[in-house]
Nanobody, 123 residues
């Protein structure tokens, strides 16, 4: 198993930037694909981005493509989501997730979840 804890959320004005971190413990982080999801009030949880085990492949939701960048540092057991040009519609609780298979993360079925961190973008 792997345990995940997010940090870096907060309040930012539209057009600003935030960097989320996801620290993993337990089984080796490098054994898992890592992704980010978000859930806004009254909305379903949605996929944001995923990165494979060794940073060789990434995939983004169309809504964040060109603005968000996912990365990982396996030596530090940490994943990141750099969020630039933030919009009010990006406001949500952001969750880190992990699964042995990248495709399972993309399908919104990862095995492991962090508790989430709030991101609020003001207009």
């Amino acid at each position: 198993q792997v345990q995940l804890v997010e940090s870096g959320g907060g309040l930012v004005q539209a057009g600003g930037s935030l960097r989320l971190s996801c620290v993993a413990s337990g089984r080796a982080f490098s054994s898992y694909a890592m992704g980010w999801f978000r859930q806004a009030p009254g909305k379903e949880r949605e996929f944001v981005a995923v990165i494979n085990l060794n940073s060789g492949s990434t995939f983004y939701a169309d809504s964040v493509k060109g603005r968000f960048t996912i990365s990982r540092d396996n030596a530090k057991n940490t994943g990141y989501l750099q969020m630039n040009s933030l919009k009010p519609e990006d406001t949500a609780v952001y969750y880190c997730a992990a699964d042995p298979l990248t495709t399972e993360v993309r399908k919104n079925k990862p095995n492991y979840w962090g508790p989430g961190t709030q991101v609020t973008v003001s207009s």
